[in-house]
């Protein structure tokens, strides 16, 4: 993590301090500003934690002190709700002028409510993040005890909070008396993030639940289960940095795409901007010898079914691929190409793999592959994913209706995988289960829906915040590859829907390189290729 310590000036002329923290390579996917808690400061270790989980995914941070608080100028009691909007607006700007205009929005306690506030006068900014916030500005007076009645009676008070006074003036109470937050949240037109811990005892989780009926959608809410008001745990701030991240990440690349020319976009699928690891060899595509469009839930084991079909195949040296969902991969063989990064890729593979039958049907029925000329060549499977130990002792799946169980659990209206979670669940204890897992325990909140489950379920188990999450096996041997301990429990192959999870390859009709692709196929269902699949997880065809 690289950061710089900068300072701009309020309305008032003050200088306020400020830190931008930027990821190792300095060259950001987006920008963030975060708004710290009531007469907290920047460098709280929570928001430090939390910014430095946002680096290593490739935001860039601001955090600035509030006028009159930290190392910034100012009089505390001079200030007001309105005063840290006005002082968040600024900041923007200020980043917008001199580094890079603030894609999302991420507050902490008070500064949730004043980033939603603030996030109408921030044009920039696509998505906004709360984290522990008051779904009322006023709920703060609960931190003055008795000396609100003071400050209303003599006009202010010495407040002591948190170990330290601070003089408070009405003028301050009188401010948040005029905040119409309802009416801001339900217009806010931004995607909105509300993180909460049902164990939060100086916000209580109704307010999260307040701010969630009040907002429109595209809004999510994570249980940030057993964290205390401040995350003082670091596993805790940095849990809430990954999601973060996660979630931020649609809505970077949903912004991206208005900026494509139109005309045309208008013709070509895009290609999102962040999606860059997933085209390999992009600058051998002109003199490729093999161009593969793989399903991209194969990504973890590319590199080396590649490295082993060239040891077979010497003479064929230059490969590209992709691992792209595979539905973006259909769009862009049926359209001849892509935009990337503004520009038309013209690309066009030898080979395509699917998880669907239906897209080699589409493929078939425009003329693009040959009848029936593709073939199953691989399957996956769900299986259980538990904290090191499994300390729930989860046996099975009927386990997940326990009543203490936390689960991480991938939302059918967003992830596909879903579909056949909610099978194996059917299968295992009939609709009473599904009912049970989807309904019953998500309103007691130890069903815990995910925005993306291969991301955020890992971490979560790794955290300790979830006691188990249905995954791919895929993505449980990945996750252990990238240090997130976890074990696992199989689920059984009459529950773990391998016979219903088909990958099929096929070789385009007027693939460019046909007598290589043929190779290639041929070399997919070798024992060569199908161990290296199950070492990733996957279930060989020829175990079916």
């Known amino acids: 993590m690289r950061f710089k310590n900068l300072a701009f000036t309020n309305k008032a002329g003050q200088k306020l301090a400020a830190r931008l923290d930027w990821p190792d390579d300095l060259k950001p996917r987006a920008y963030?500003?975060?708004?710290?808690?009531?007469?907290?400061?920047?460098?709280?270790?929570?928001?430090?934690?939390?910014?430095?989980?946002?680096?290593?995914?490739?935001?860039?941070?601001?955090?600035?002190?509030?006028?009159?608080?930290?190392?910034?100028?100012?009089?505390?009691?001079?200030?007001?709700?309105?005063?840290?909007?006005?002082?968040?607006?600024?900041?923007?700007?200020?980043?917008?002028?001199?580094?890079?205009?603030?894609?999302?929005?991420?507050?902490?306690?008070?500064?949730?409510?004043?980033?939603l506030q603030a996030a109408a006068k921030i044009p920039s900014a696509v998505a906004v993040i709360t984290i522990a916030a008051p779904a009322d500005p006023r709920h703060v007076t609960h931190a003055l005890g008795e000396s609100q009645a003071i400050i209303e009676r003599r006009g202010e008070a010495n407040v002591c909070l948190a170990g330290r006074t601070f003089k408070i003036k009405k003028q301050f109470l009188d401010d948040l008396a005029t905040v119409p937050m309802q009416k801001t949240i339900r217009n806010l037109k931004k995607a909105l993030l509300i993180l909460h811990s049902p164990t939060d005892d100086t916000v209580s989780i109704d307010n999260a639940a307040k701010i969630f009926q009040a907002a429109r959608h595209p809004k999510s809410f994570v249980s940030l289960d057993r964290a205390d008001h401040l995350l003082m745990n670091r596993k805790d701030s940095f849990y809430a940095g990954n999601l973060i991240a996660a979630w931020a990440l649609k809505y970077i690349e949903d912004a991206h795409q208005p900026e494509i020319d139109m005309t045309v976009e208008d013709s070509y699928p895009v290609i999102p901007s962040s999606r860059s690891d997933d085209l390999h060899?992009?600058?051998l595509v002109q003199e490729a010898d093999l161009v593969l469009f793989m399903a991209g839930n194969q990504f973890m084991a590319m590199a080396e079914i590649i490295a082993a079909f060239q040891t077979e195949n010497p003479t064929i040296k230059k490969i590209f691929y992709e691992t792209l969902p595979p539905g973006l991969e259909l769009k862009q063989i049926m359209a001849g190409g892509a935009v990337y990064n503004g520009e038309l890729l013209q690309i066009y593979p030898d080979i395509f793999t699917s998880v669907s039958a239906k897209?080699?049907?589409?493929?078939?029925?425009?003329?693009?592959?040959?009848?029936?000329?593709?073939y199953l060549y691989l399957h996956n499977r769900l299986t259980l994913m538990v904290p090191p130990g499994n300390p729930a002792?989860?046996?099975?799946?009927?386990?997940?209706?326990?009543?203490?169980?936390?689960?991480?659990?991938?939302?059918?209206?967003?992830?596909?995988?879903?579909?056949?979670?909610?099978?194996?669940?059917?299968?295992?204890?009939?609709?009473?289960?599904?009912?049970?897992?989807?309904?019953?325990?998500?309103?007691?909140?130890t069903t815990v829906f995910t925005v993306v489950h291969h991301r955020e379920t890992p971490l979560r188990i790794a955290g300790g915040t979830v006691d188990v999450g249905p995954v791919w096996a895929t993505e449980a041997a990945h996750a252990a590859t990238r240090g997130l301990e976890h074990d696992v429990v199989e689920p059984g192959e009459k529950l773990d829907r391998r016979d219903h999870i088909n990958y099929y390859a096929c070789r385009l009709a007027d693939a460019p390189h046909p007598n290589n692709a043929q190779k290639f196929l041929n070399f997919l269902r070798l024992p060569t290729a199908q161990n290296i699949y199950r070492k990733y997880g996957f279930v060989p065809y020829s175990d079916r």
């Not at 680096?55 to 100028?73: I, K, P």
């Not at 897209?359 to 593709?374: F, K, P, V, W």
């Open 32 to 115: 963030a500003l975060f708004a710290h808690c009531f007469t907290c400061t920047k460098n709280i270790k929570a928001i430090s934690n939390i910014s430095r989980a946002l680096n290593r995914e490739g935001f860039a941070v601001m955090r600035f002190d509030f006028t009159g608080l930290g190392e910034s100028e100012g009089d505390f009691a001079d200030t007001n709700f309105s005063s840290n909007v006005d002082d968040l607006i600024i900041a923007a700007e200020f980043m917008a002028q001199n580094y890079g205009a603030p894609k999302i929005l991420v507050g902490h306690s008070l500064g949730g409510a004043a980033v």
């Open 281 to 283: 060899g992009l600058h």
């Open 359 to 374: 897209s080699m049907q589409t493929l078939e029925a425009a003329g693009r592959i040959r009848e029936n000329d593709y």
């Open 393 to 445: 002792a989860i046996k099975g799946v009927t386990d997940l209706g326990r009543n203490s169980v936390r689960i991480s659990q991938p939302d059918p209206a967003n992830e596909d995988i879903a579909v056949h979670i909610m099978d194996m669940y059917r299968e295992a204890g009939g609709d009473e289960l599904v009912e049970r897992i989807m309904e019953e325990k998500r309103a007691e909140g």
